[in-house]
Structures are given as C-alpha cells and as structure tokens.
T-cell receptor, first 113, second 111 residues
Framework: GAGVSQSPRYKVAKRGQDVALRCDPI?????LFWYQQALGQGPEFLTY????????KSGLPSDRFFAERPEGSVSTLKIQRTQQEDSAVYLC???????????FGSGTRLTVV | SQELEQSPQSLIVQEGKNLTINCTSS?????LYWYKQKYGEGLIFLMM?????EEKSHEKITAKLDEKKQQSSLHITASQPSHAGIYLC???????????FGKGTKLSVKP
C-alpha cells in the first residue's frame, strides 16, 4: 500500500481482556518496528522484525506482550490480560532497510478500563 | 535520565513569529530525525540529518546538526497555525537502527 496501515484506530478493552493490534507495512519494506507511546511522552521501542524474523524484542515490557510477522509482511502485536498501564498509542513503522528512513502508521490508541 | 532531551517542552507563539526547538543527546549523534505529530495521529517525517554541520530546509522549516555539541535545532520561520503540533527528535540506536525519541515539544501558534 501507499503507507503504513494500522487497525483498529481505537480500542477499548476491559482489564484482563486480550487484544490484537494489526500493522500492514509498505509493500516490500524489510524492517518493521513497534513502538509504545504513553500520553505526553515520546514513542518507546518495543520490538523489531527483519522480514519474518523477530531480531529484537528487548523493549517488550512483559511476557504479556507478543508480536509476530509470520510471512514477513503484516504484523500483529498481541497483549494478553491487559492492564491499565498498557493504555497508550501503539505505533508501527516500516523501513526498506537500516538507515533508509522510517514511515509510521497512524497508530492504535488502546484504552484499558 | 532521558538520552534525548528536547527544549522547550511547550511553546506558544504568535502567528508570524520565528521559533527554535532544540534536541540534545547524551551520546554521540550519528543521525538525527525530526518528526511532527498531530494529536491522535502518527508521526510525519520532516527531515533526517546525518553529517555534522549538515543543514536541511523544507518550506519554512530548517534543521541543523551540530555533532560536536551532540545537538540539533529545528527552526521555523514566520510560523503559521498549520505548524502547530508536537515535534519529536529521534536518534538511531542499535545495529538495526531502531529509533529512540525525545519527549517532544508541543507547539501552539496563535492566530
């Protein structure tokens, strides 16, 4: 596609519910990143994929967070047993390669009530 | 402490005025990205600076990279309401190039 597409745009989850956030990167982009942005803060790195391989997941805050990109294109970020502190905007970015610029999606705003 | 510090945290200017936003790194900068974010939306790429002393301009926005000072500045000339938003600086870290960001500078432009 022309840009990075994320869905849903907004998600309200009850505490303890599982959620799945989708990212559709620009076609042909090898690198895919997930970021978490809390209110009033800059985005913070969660995880990185190169094609289907998850090469860095050091930013995932707990084992309730899981990400996959099985065919090297669409990626899903899953959060199990959501907690209030998980409320944030989740941003996805893709890039054709290291140092070649990043295109961000519009994000998914997750609110846990 | 924050690896990338932005100043000021927020800024209110009258339309037509010039302004500068700074981004200071606690580590050597090998590349610096500037993004703009409207509330509730994703990041819009503005500019990427890779070399010390490099300066880039796009429309009324100019960004400079001072590698020695580990600092970048973003200057807007004759601000307009369309410039309002949150400006974020980001630096590439790690071999895969994931970005770390400052907390952002919120700019409001009064008509």
């Amino acid at each position: 596609g022309a840009g990075v597409s994320q869905s849903p745009r907004y998600k309200v989850a009850k505490r303890g519910q599982d959620v799945a956030l989708r990212c559709d990167p620009i076609s042909g982009h090898v690198s895919l990143f997930w970021y978490q942005q809390a209110l009033g803060q800059g985005p913070e790195f969660l995880t990185y994929f190169q094609n289907e391989a998850q090469l860095d997941k050091s930013g995932l805050p707990s084992d309730r967070f899981f990400a996959e990109r099985p065919e090297g294109s669409v990626s899903t970020l899953k959060i199990q047993r959501t907690q209030q502190e998980d409320s944030a905007v989740y941003l996805c970015a893709s890039s054709p390669g290291t140092g070649r610029g990043y295109t961000f999606g519009s994000g998914t705003r997750l609110t846990v009530v | 402490s924050q690896e990338l510090e932005q100043s000021p945290q927020s800024l209110i200017v009258q339309e037509g005025k010039n302004l500068t936003i700074n981004c200071t790194s606690s580590k050597t900068l090998y590349g610096l990205y500037w993004y703009k974010q409207k509330y509730g939306e994703g990041l819009i790429f503005l500019m990427m600076l890779q070399k010390g002393g490099e300066e880039k301009s796009h429309e009324k926005i100019t960004a400079k990279l001072d590698e020695k000072k580990q600092q970048s500045s973003l200057h807007i000339t004759a601000s307009q309401p369309s410039h309002a938003g949150i400006y974020l600086c980001g630096a590439a870290r790690g071999s895969q190039g994931n970005l770390i960001f400052g907390k952002g500078t919120k700019l409001s432009v009064k008509p």
